[in-house]
């Protein structure tokens, strides 16, 4: 059986945060679920994670997708102490285990495959490394032709090894048994009298066995230690999720501003205009065409959708209707094919049939309308009498005036008319015109009248 860990007990003092450093997030998506799908791509049955500080919001988030293991601040702090940790937890010995930093979420499967063929082609561990052009931070590699011999940590490296660009990546693949006895063999390194799980490399090999190298790119290996670092991951894996897009049949005008989440789907032919952010949870359909400046977060947007300068969160939209610009379609608005939501439209917790237009300056909440329905500009749903949210109904074809307040609850019949202005507190029944307004009176002579009395 073969085991993957994940270190994410350390304080990550770097990110300055409340937030657990591997909680933090790259493209929509917490740090550590990047290691977890790399650790279950290993081939691990279930991911031990290590915790530590704030294990507490690691728990929350990932729940019963791993395994823990805690780690004692009292029995050592740094990398090593962290993998001892885990180690009551491998009872196989006969497999392999890949180690893995939390913080570490550029890498691909090719570089897990790469560690293993070493350690199944007889070697006893294999790291991951990386040629860096500013190689500042990170373990320094000591290489003797192909064996790795040592990694060095920026603090403990001397001039010579500084100048080393090969750095260590922070994804290891060791032989189980091995594993334990080498990490009973890590000695504390002062200052701060830290385990280093990098001492592995020269335990094993003073153990005689072999450690060998597997390579990566510069970019896959960037860790997050800061939120400098987080920005740099960020870049690269927005631009591999932009790039995956693309090469499926998306257009997307200007990847340089345009941000879209991990597990975003987009159809063929869709265009993404710049300065749209597609947050987590989203789908578009094929052709669709989202323009300027769209926020769209945890939405479904079918076929043919044209959306506009627009903010929609947890929506649906149906196929070849029209949104915006500056349109806000707040979670719950489910709207139909071939509808028209205009300017300065806010939609809430309800439901639009098909071919309803709603063109300009409404807000609908909490009700339910049905199709073919025209709302003239500034309609609104009074919707909440201070203490509830109550619904309201309006029936297919219903042709609703501008200005009017439809007070809730209150059902408007099909094909029923309401006259611009009215303040609608009573149903109105199918194919009736609801008037609800003072009739206009017009006074003539009355501005002559006041000035002669002095009063204009
Ligand atoms: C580590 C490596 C370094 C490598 C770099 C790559 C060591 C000693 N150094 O340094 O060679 O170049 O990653 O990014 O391993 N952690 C614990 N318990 C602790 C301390 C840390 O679980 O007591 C966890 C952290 O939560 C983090 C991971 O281990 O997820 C790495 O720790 P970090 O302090 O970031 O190590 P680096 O200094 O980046
Ligand atoms: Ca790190």
Redesign the pocket.
């Known amino acids: 059986m073969d085991y993957a860990i994940?270190?994410?007990?350390?304080?990550?003092t770097?990110m300055k945060s409340a937030r657990?450093?591997?909680l933090h997030e790259l493209c929509g998506r917490p740090l550590?679920d990047y290691?977890i799908d790399l650790a279950l791509a290993a081939g691990a049955e279930k991911p031990i994670v290590?915790?530590?500080?704030k294990a507490e919001q690691i728990t929350a988030h990932l729940g019963e997708r791993a395994a823990y293991a805690r780690?004692d601040?009292q029995m050592?702090?740094?990398?090593?102490?962290?993998?001892r940790?885990a180690e009551g937890l491998l009872n196989d010995e006969s497999g392999l285990c890949f180690l893995t930093?939390?913080?570490?979420p550029l890498f691909g499967l090719e570089s897990l495959l790469a560690l293993r063929k070493a350690v199944e082609g007889g070697a006893a561990a294999a790291a991951l490394l990386a040629e860096m052009s500013e190689p500042f931070?990170?373990?320094?590699a000591v290489m003797e032709g192909e064996t790795l011999i040592d990694?060095?940590?920026?603090a403990a490296a001397s001039e010579e090894q500084k100048a080393i660009k090969l750095?260590?990546?922070?994804l290891y693949c060791v032989k189980t048994a091995l594993l334990k006895a080498a990490l009973q063999r890590l000695k504390p390194h002062p200052p701060k009298n830290?385990?280093?799980?990098?001492?592995l490399v020269p335990i094993l090999t003073e153990m005689g066995h072999e450690v060998r190298a597997a390579f990566c790119a510069e970019e896959d290996?960037?860790?997050?230690?800061d939120r400098v670092q987080l920005a740099r991951a960020q870049k690269v894996m927005q631009r591999r999720i932009l790039e995956a897009q693309m090469r499926a049949g998306v257009t997307i005008i200007d990847p340089s501003n345009t941000y879209i989440d991990f597990g975003v789907t987009i159809g063929a032919d869709s265009v993404i205009h710049p300065g749209c952010l597609l947050q987590r949870g989203t789908k578009i359909g094929p052709n669709c065409t989202i323009l300027q400046n769209c926020r769209i977060e945890g939405s479904i947007l079918e076929e043919g959708v044209r959306v506009e300068s627009s903010t929609l969160r947890e929506a649906h939209v149906g196929a070849n209707t029209t949104v915006g610009p500056n349109a806000h379609l707040r979670p719950g608005a489910q709207i139909g094919p071939n509808c028209r939501i205009g300017d300065f439209v806010e939609i809430k917790n309800s439901r639009i049939g098909a071919g309803t237009k709603i063109s300009h300056l409404t807000y609908v909440g909490d009700a339910d309308l049905g199709e073919g329905i025209n709302l003239g500009c500034g309609v609104v749903f009074s919707n909440y009498d201070g203490k509830a949210h109550l619904r309201s109904r309006v029936g297919d074809r219903a042709f609703i005036g501008c200005n009017v307040n439809l007070i809730a609850p209150v059902t408007v019949g099909e094909e029923a008319y309401i006259a611009a202005g009215s303040t609608i507190t009573q149903d109105v029944e199918p194919g009736a015109l609801a008037i609800a307004r003072e009739r206009q009176r017009n006074i003539p002579g009355w501005v002559e009248k006041r000035k002669k009395e002095g009063k204009l």
């Open positions: 994940v270190l994410a007990a350390g304080e990550g770097r657990h450093k591997v550590i290691s290590v915790i530590g500080d780690q601040f050592g702090y740094g990398t090593g102490a962290a993998a940790a930093a939390g913080d570490a931070g990170y373990g320094r990694i060095v940590e920026e750095v260590n990546v922070s830290e385990l280093y799980l990098t001492d290996a960037l860790g997050v230690n």
